[in-house]
């Protein structure tokens, strides 16, 4: 029997879009609607009554579990709102969503949230796992509930969590490694700068600084590879003397490669006259970051498609709480190489979704 995961397929569009279209609730071009109706009509779909309605009858929240967004930190925006927009298709399906944010450089913050959380009594839980402790007991007292949860954007092992969505860290850091070496020569030095929080905080960024340094070490390329630790990224005045001292102290560096969405900071930070003699490379399509791309302050931007993982997360749970289809381990997005000629078309569906709630 033909579902309407199937006609989505071969119609290229959400599922969501098909419900729209099967249930008249607009929201949807004439020439997309005609399209899906021809198909429709061509395997002789039709609702079952039944399923329609206990999908109605069935209400179901998903909790998210994310750091807080703000001006100088936009990335967690873009999973929050691909959350709102798969929520918005699936509302049909009885799906709701509760948000709760923590700081995502406190462990107490994350705790006192999830506690809120908990308290709501989610049928499933969206969740960025930012430390390891606490996560922990964390998932532990969800497990003792039987409520499911997923892991969103970091990936962190020795846990049963249903699923993860997110991004290839190790590829996205081997592709970052190869993006360096075609803008140097062979033998150019390159630098990594990170935070001390991240170094054992956060598993996406550890798993990419590895794989941009397997790059050169897997293919026999002679490199040398300095790494910065900060305290904090931030535009102050003792990060910028760090940095910068650390480059006038080594000239041989050509290259830096910030895993994290903060290399605008970065560029901040590092005066013009050192800045136009290195190339830089780092993550996340964050407006901030945009504009260095754009003025040829970075070389490459690798997106890890946020909003898009936003939206699986919540479809994927959605397809287990109502049909109970037990997802795949591991659901990665595609690695998107950015440069200053193509960001623009980048996140088209987010920027499109934001425009309709203004």
């Known amino acids: 029997m033909i579902t309407i995961k199937d006609i989505a397929k071969e119609a290229q569009v959400s599922e969501g879009t098909v419900d729209r279209v099967i249930h008249n609730r607009g929201g949807v071009s004439k020439k997309t609607e005609a399209k899906i109706r021809e198909i429709l009509d061509h395997h002789n779909f039709s609702v079952n009554p039944i399923a329609s309605a206990l999908a109605m009858k069935n209400k179901y929240t998903i909790a998210t579990l994310m750091p807080t967004h703000h001006a100088d930190d936009l990335f967690w925006k873009s999973p929050h709102l691909g959350i709102l927009k798969a929520v918005d298709e699936m509302k049909t399906f009885g799906i709701q969503v ?111 600084i590895k794989g941009f340094n397997d790059y050169f070490l897997k293919n026999n390329i002679k490199s040398e590879s300095h790494t910065l630790k900060l305290d904090s990224l931030n535009n102050s005045l003792e990060t910028k003397e760090k940095i910068n001292s650390y480059l006038k102290e080594n000239p041989e560096i050509k290259g830096i490669f910030v895993p994290s969405s903060r290399i605008y900071i970065i560029v901040e930070c590092i005066e013009t006259s050192i800045l136009n003699n290195i190339e830089l490379i780092g993550f996340d399509n964050t407006p901030q970051n945009i504009e260095c791309l754009l003025n040829d302050s970075v070389a490459f931007l690798i997106s890890q498609k946020p909003f898009d993982q936003g939206y699986e997360s919540v479809r994927i749970l959605t397809d287990y709480l109502v049909q109970n289809r037990t997802p795949n381990s591991k659901t990665f997005l595609p690695i998107d190489i950015l440069i200053k000629e193509n960001v623009k078309y980048n996140e088209r569906n987010e920027f499109m979704f934001e425009k309709s709630k203004n």
Do not use: C, W
């Open 98 to 208: 509760s948000h709760f944010d923590f700081n995502q450089y406190d462990p107490h913050s994350y705790s006192q949230a999830f506690n809120t959380l908990i308290e709501s009594e989610p049928s499933a839980v969206i969740m960025v796992p930012n430390f390891s402790k606490e996560t922990k007991k964390i998932v532990a007292l969800l497990e003792y509930k039987n409520i499911p949860y997923l892991f969103l954007n970091i990936d962190i092992d020795g846990f049963n969590n249903m699923a993860f969505v997110g991004q290839d860290s190790y590829t996205a850091g081997y592709i970052a490694g190869k993006l360096m070496h075609s803008k140097k020569e062979e033998n150019s030095a390159f630098l990594i700068i990170q935070a001390r929080h991240n170094i054992t905080k956060n598993n996406a960024v550890s798993n990419r």
